[in-house]
């Protein structure tokens, strides 16, 4: 079973090109898991459970937080990764083909990085360590390059502004740079129909 994962900003276009890659892939036969790091992971779980509770909705990306819940974030990332490896073991005993998830966890650590205001991820510290350590290595990690200019220039609005793009796109630079989280880059600028082409061609489809 193979694991695909693409990464990039809010409103860079992962969403619609991972729908288009399983739609490839289920035309072909394949058997396809699709996995979305954020909304199945546990700390959205909580978060919305306490939003039903106070009657009220937001699809507004979190830009602050305290030291406490940025704490618990990286608890839950470490349950996250565990979960998401139980869950694999499950789909491999039902045949499943690929995985094909809408950011990972990786994502996760430079939503963390940029919620402590980080401007440089931190590889030696003890959660990023063990995080790395534990994550499952992806077949195929790929990351939608896409400007925080183009973005805002796009259809969809990213409430949060030009700053909030910006840092978290530097933040991506160190992550897709090292050795140890390696992606592969797909320029995310061009056609919706030219970027899944690479998509296809990248993972030999």
């Given amino acids: 079973m193979k694991i695909i994962t693409i990464s990039g900003l809010d409103g860079s276009g992962k969403t619609l090109q991972l729908n288009f890659l399983g739609d490839h892939l289920s035309d072909k036969g394949k058997k396809v898991f699709m996995y979305h790091a954020i909304k199945f992971s546990l700390a959205t779980k909580i978060s919305n459970l306490l939003k039903s509770k106070k009657r009220k909705k937001s699809t507004k990306a979190k830009t602050t937080s305290g030291k406490f819940a940025i704490f618990l974030r990286k608890i839950f990332l470490l349950i996250d990764i565990l979960n998401f490896k139980l869950l694999c073991k ?51 990690a790929v990351f939608l390059e896409v400007s925080p200019l183009t973005i805002l220039d796009r259809e969809r609005k ?48």
């Fill in 90 to 140: 499950k789909l491999k005993k039902q045949k499943f083909d690929y995985v094909l998830s809408d950011r990972y966890f990786y994502d996760q650590i430079v939503n963390i990085h940029f919620l402590e205001k980080k401007h440089k991820l931190e590889e030696n510290s003890w959660w990023f360590k063990l995080a790395k350590k534990q994550i499952m290595k992806p077949s195929k």
């Fill in 158 to 205: 990213i409430e949060q502004g030009m700053e909030y793009l910006k840092e978290k796109f530097q933040l991506y630079e160190q992550l897709i740079s090292s050795e140890s989280t390696k992606h592969f880059v797909i320029n995310g600028e061009q056609s919706k129909n030219d970027v899944h082409k690479d998509v296809k061609k990248l993972l030999d489809l």
